[in-house]
């Protein structure tokens, strides 16, 4: 730093203000300081810079480690927009989503001082560990329980499963079945009530609801008792990977998609489009949901000010293939 301040000739106070985006600096001297970092190659010390002020150019985010699709494509999507707005961002990951363990990677993030929290909060027992942050600790949601008071963003599973329920009701079949996620998840909430709203508006008769876990063994599980039921003749899943497994035990057993029975999955993983047949699927917006999230944050961040109510709903598209037809 000091090798800038003499190239540039200012104080080293001075150059400080200018890696700290303070206001109280002319353009002239704010162009000449950038110029010197730019010629001596001078990268900042994120560590020292958050030791003087407090924060960092660092955004913490806890995120289950996994390999499920919607998870992983939401961190990734967040951490590209952060990284685009000059933000690093350090991913606590946690083996299992319960209090303890994200209440213990929410304390390494704010012991390294970090400018503020995204916690991809999907499933209930998440929300408790955030009960006693600092309040002056700038937080968003994702995903997480929309009973809490924090800034949340959430992809909207209601529409979502609405959208293909009604697909499917379009194409002429009486009822739809549903193959659940996790019941402590609240995406697989989101898509139960969705199912089952859009059966109700039509007056269709709600089938008994079949659990999974977001596998493509839970689909094949209970992919063994529909294919025996010749009143089946539509399935939507909470996942693709559920619908994978379900292809696989209707192929088994001489049921063919979508002559006898359709299906509609969720999530739009990139192998959907190569199942056979190719899936019809839910394709949540990652990306939108990680601007509004990062939006949301820096907002915070720039203002000092922590927001407990802000609400964003990102709206899902149906991704219309061959895994749909009328039935037989």
Same mark, same amino acid.
């Given at each position: ?29 704010? #162009?000449?300081?950038?110029?010197? $970092?730019?010629? #001596? +190659? ?27 699709? =919607? ?35 929410? @304390? ?21 560990? #955030? ?40 194409? +002429? ?7 659940? +996620? ?20 039509? =007056? ?26 010749? @009143? ?9 990977? $559920?619908?994978?497994?379900?292809? &696989? ?6 049921? &063919? ?5 359709? $299906? ?12 056979? *047949? ?25 203002? +000092? ?10 709206? *899902? ?12």
């Amino acid at each position: 730093m000091m090798d800038v301040a003499r190239l540039a000739g200012v104080s080293h106070q001075t150059v400080s203000r200018v890696l700290n985006e303070h206001k109280n600096v002319s353009e002239q001297t704010r #162009l000449k300081v950038r110029a010197a $970092i730019a010629e #001596l +190659g001078y990268r900042p010390d994120r560590a020292a810079r958050a030791l003087v002020t407090g924060t960092s150019k660092v955004i913490g985010v806890v995120a289950q480690n996994s390999s499920l699709f =919607g998870p992983s494509s939401m961190l990734a999507a967040f951490e590209e927009a952060a990284q685009a707005t000059g933000f690093a961002v350090n991913v606590g990951s946690v083996r299992n989503l319960d209090e303890r363990s994200i209440a213990e990677a929410v @304390e390494r993030h704010l012991d390294q001082r970090v400018a503020g929290l995204v916690v991809l909060a999907p499933v209930a027992g998440a929300g408790a560990a #955030l009960e006693h942050l600092p309040d002056d600790v700038p937080l968003v949601t994702i995903d997480g329980d929309p009973e809490r008071a924090s800034t949340l963003v959430t992809v909207d599973q209601v529409f979502g499963a609405r959208a293909a329920t009604e697909h499917l009701l379009a194409a +002429g079949h009486p009822s739809v079945w549903h193959i659940s +996620g996790p019941s402590d998840w609240f995406d697989a909430a989101g898509r139960v009530r969705g199912w089952e709203s859009a059966l109700k508006d039509a =007056g269709a008769e709600i089938p008994p609801l079949l659990s999974g876990d977001w596998s493509a063994a839970s689909g094949y599980r209970n992919g063994q008792l529909l294919a025996r039921l010749p @009143e089946v003749t539509a399935v939507f899943t909470a996942n693709d990977n $559920i619908a994978l497994g379900l292809l &696989r035990a209707l192929n088994e057993h001489g049921r &063919r998609v979508p002559e006898d029975v359709s $299906i509609v999955g969720f999530d739009d993983v990139p192998e959907a489009a190569y199942f056979t *047949p190719p899936l019809t699927t839910v394709r949540p917006d990652f990306d939108a949901a990680a601007a509004a999230s990062l939006e949301l944050l820096l907002a915070q961040i720039e203002s +000092g000010t922590v927001d407990t109510s802000t609400r964003r709903t990102i709206a *899902p598209a149906l991704v219309v293939r061959d895994s749909v037809a009328p039935p037989a």
